[in-house]
């Protein structure tokens, strides 16, 4: 008998296994897309030890692939000659209008793809690729203002409480 997923609740079994931090300071975030990850079996065991890191990763499009370029996942503490170099390319798994739909916006100047995380759902790795814009200097001195008021805000409406 299948089990049937109750209605109106989201899913909660994602593990997050990393996040690029940077990307959300860096670049202004136009959409979102998951995709699948091939990896080979001791990169799996190194993430589920939590092990990974986003920082300057980024995707990139070959002959209708899409590529995740210098996304570290450091060797697995227990594995032996046949384990796997860190900062190897990953083929990313989407479907071809999927791919077709990104590469369009990433095509367009000023636009790139950024991995925003690293997870696992439902046992399978997954990234969270953006389609994202570069900020300029002065963005980011516009965005800091702004989180700044906000803050502010909130501890005002804390105190009148």
Known sequence: MAKTKPQGKPE????????????SFDYEIVDKLECGLVLCGTEVKSLREGMA???????????GEVWL????????????????????????????????????????????????????????????LAVARGKQQHDKREATKKREADRTIRQAMMRRR
């Open 69 to 128: 370029i210098n996304a570290e996942i450091p060797e697995y503490s227990m594995g032996n000659r046949l384990n796997h170099r860190p900062k190897r390319p990953r083929k990313l798994l989407l479907h071809r209008h999927e791919i077709a739909r990104f590469a369009g916006k990433a095509a367009q100047r000023g636009f790139t793809l950024v991995p925003l995380r690293l997870y696992f759902r439902r046992g399978l790795a997954k990234v969270e």
């Open 53 to 63: 890191s986003l920082e300057d990763a980024y995707a990139k499009l070959e002959d």
């Open 12 to 23: 909660e079994d994602i593990q997050v296994v990393c996040r690029n931090k940077r990307a």
